[in-house]
């Protein structure tokens, strides 16, 4: 019943991002403070605010949870309300009622919202979710809004009714720079991992036969992944493959210090929403010490020189390239240092902090 209902909404015209009458896109006044709304904690504020919040020069920040039913200690007077993806009933009546003190109000997205409530691969909740969460709140938030900003600049097109400007990911060295010559791992085991959410079926169905062959030919070779309901039953019953659901965002990170993944899969199939996708997967490669394969993609590039793993989606090709990498150590240290170092000039850009005013 509830696809059926989000399958007619997809015929309607969908809620978008839009400035308010009168926005500069920039502040209203100086800011004294920014308050950052989200669904805390979650990787895109980490990903994209943490470390600019924190730059120098900044003004004071506080992370605010949207789930919260009371708003009433926020200080508003000179501050800039920065909603990450989502908005609240409770978040828009206290927006609505300090509007005139507030230095001004931004939205940022790092996914083509629209893109997936209509499409078929998100589970219904989730797309509900999305729907109710993230576009929904905009009738209301529009009317308020100064700045909207987008993770990558296919999706800057995508809302460029509203000016967005891009903002790159650019995550603190500790969410990623992780001391692995610490951990101590079995000398005659190798794990291989994919670490999706719940919308990426395709790329589960493109793994699945690749990775079968490849633990057949590598019996020390065990493979992790992530999976939801629409792609689990793709991995059940094959043997030395760890099927796990979905863990929190503090969970994930908290894991990540104690263990160490030798190979990392990010396949990206082209499709509306893959292509306004950013490349914070990297961050995620990195965290892990691992060698990456990314696809040739709109987010991570064409194959180059830098040393990073970029393949077409070949099975062929995936195949015999993760074959290799298992059976060459000194291949996948290249491709880690190699994602490493792009990762690490992520985190550079946070230096410059968070620029409200166009350049």
């Known amino acids: 019943m509830r696809d059926g209902w989000l399958r007619r909404i997809s015929t309607l015209a969908l809620p978008t991002p ?14 004294r403070r920014i308050i950052l709304l989200g669904r805390h904690p979650n990787p895109t504020s980490d990903y994209y605010f943490a470390a600019r919040l924190a730059a120098p020069g900044m003004p004071p920040h506080q992370m605010v949870d949207i789930r919260s039913n009371d708003f009433s200690s926020l200080d508003a007077d000179g501050a800039f309300i920065i909603l990450c993806r989502y908005a609240s009933a409770t978040a828009l009546n206290w927006i609505e009622q300090e509007s005139p003190k507030l230095a001004g109000v931004g939205l940022f997205l790092d996914d083509d919202i ?30 308020h809004l100064d700045i909207v900003w987008a993770s990558t600049p296919r999706l800057a097109d995508r809302l460029k009714s509203a000016d967005a400007r891009v903002l790159p990911p650019a995550p603190p060295a500790s969410l990623w720079n992780v001391p692995h010559h610490n951990i101590s791992t079995p000398e005659d085991e190798l794990l291989i991992a994919y670490h999706a959410t719940a919308v990426h079926v395709d790329e589960h169905r493109f793994l699945q036969p690749i990775v079968k062959e490849v633990l057949a030919a590598r019996p020390h070779a065990r493979f992790e992944v992530f999976a939801g309901k629409a792609s689990a039953h793709l991995w059940q019953g094959m043997e030395r493959v760890i099927l796990r659901q979905q863990v929190s965002w503090s969970d994930y990170l908290t894991e990540a210090l104690t263990r160490r993944i030798d190979i990392m899969l990010v396949p990206l199939g082209s499709s509306r929403v893959n292509d306004c996708r950013s490349t914070t997967k990297r961050i995620d490669v990195a965290r892990a010490g691992a060698a990456g394969i990314f696809s040739i993609s709109e987010a991570y590039g064409s194959a180059d020189d830098s ?4 393949l077409p989606l070949d099975a062929t090709v995936w195949r015999n390239t993760l074959l290799n990498l298992i059976d060459e150590p000194a291949k996948r240290r290249v491709a880690a240092q190699a994602t490493g170092h792009i990762v690490a000039r992520m985190s550079l850009q946070a230096q410059a902090g968070l620029e409200f005013n166009p350049s």
């Open 114 to 143: 629209p893109g997936i409530v209509t499409g078929r691969e998100a589970t219904i909740g989730y797309r509900l979710s999305l729907f109710l969460l993230g576009l929904m709140p905009l009738r209301r938030l529009n009317r």
């Open 307 to 310: 040393g990073e793993i970029r």
């Open 18 to 31: 839009q400035l308010r009458a009168g926005a500069t896109g920039g502040p209203r006044m100086p800011v």
